[in-house]
C-alpha cells in the first residue's frame, strides 16, 4: 500500500468553537507536504490531531505507519532550563518507546551518521543551547532521523532562522525526502519555499481552501490577491 495517511472529515474544537472543519485529504508515501495559512488557522493543531496529541471531535486520521518523528514549534526554548549537549539531543532519537537504557555501539554509529548528514559532527559536545537557530533546527532533523522515521513532521522549522540557514535546511529535507525516501509535512509561514521545496500544498484556514500543485495554488488563489493579503485575513 503506497498511501500513508488519510484524513477523512475531520472537525475539532477547543471548547465550543471549531477550529477545524471537514478537513479531508490524503498522502502517498514519499510526498513533500507543505501546509500555509494565516495564524490562528489551525495548522498546528492539525499536526497535533495527525502525530496523536490530540482527538478529533469528529472524522478520522489513518497513519499507516509507526515510525514517525514530530518536531513541534520553538522546541529550542527548553534547553535554556535543561542544558543538553548535540550528541545527548540526538540520542534522545534511539530511546524506544520512551524506555531508558544502554547506548549501544551501533546507537553511537547511527548518532555520528545523522550527526554528520546534517553537518554537525564536529558540534556534538556543544552544548545545543550555544549553536544558532539553523544549527539547532539540524540537531532535531538529526535526532529525529536517527529513529529511522517514515514520516517526518515539522512545524514551522524555519522560524528565528536567517535566509542562508533556511536554504540550508530546505536542501536537507529535500534530501531526506528524495534520497531517503522520507514522506515530510511541513507546516510553514515562508510560502514560496514552501511552494519551490514541496511536491503538494495546502492552503488551511480553519478548512482547506486548496489543496494541489503548488504552480496551480499561485493561479488558482494568489491572482489578482498578494500574497501578504491573503495571509492577514
Known sequence: MNRILEVRNLYFKYRNDFVLEDISFSLDREDFFGIIGPNGSGKSTLLK???????????????????????????????????????????????????????SKKDGELIDQALELVGLKEFKDRKISEL???Q????????????????LILDEPTTGVDVANQEKFYKLLDHLNKNMHITIIIVSHD?????????????????????????????KILWPIEIEDLLRR
Open 49 to 103: 490531531l495527525i502525530v496523536g496529541i490530540l482527538k478529533p471531535t469528529n472524522g478520522e486520521i489513518k497513519v499507516y505507519t509507526d515510525k514517525i518523528s514530530y518536531i513541534p514549534q520553538r522546541i529550542a526554548s527548553m534547553y535554556h532550563i535543561f542544558p543538553a549537549t548535540v550528541e545527548e539531543i540526538v540520542a534522545l532519537g534511539r530511546l524506544s518507546d520512551g524506555i531508558l537504557r544502554r547506548f
Open 132 to 134: 544558532s537557530g539553523g
Open 136 to 151: 539547532q533546527q539540524r540537531v532535531h532533523i538529526a535526532r529525529a532521523i536517527v529513529s529511522n522515521p517514515e514520516l
Open 191 to 219: 510560502i514560496s519555499s514552501v511552494a519551490n521545496e514541496v511536491s503538494t500544498m495546502a492552503y488551511l484556514d480553519k478548512r482547506l481552501h486548496f489543496i494541489g500543485k503548488p504552480r496551480d495554488f499561485f493561479k
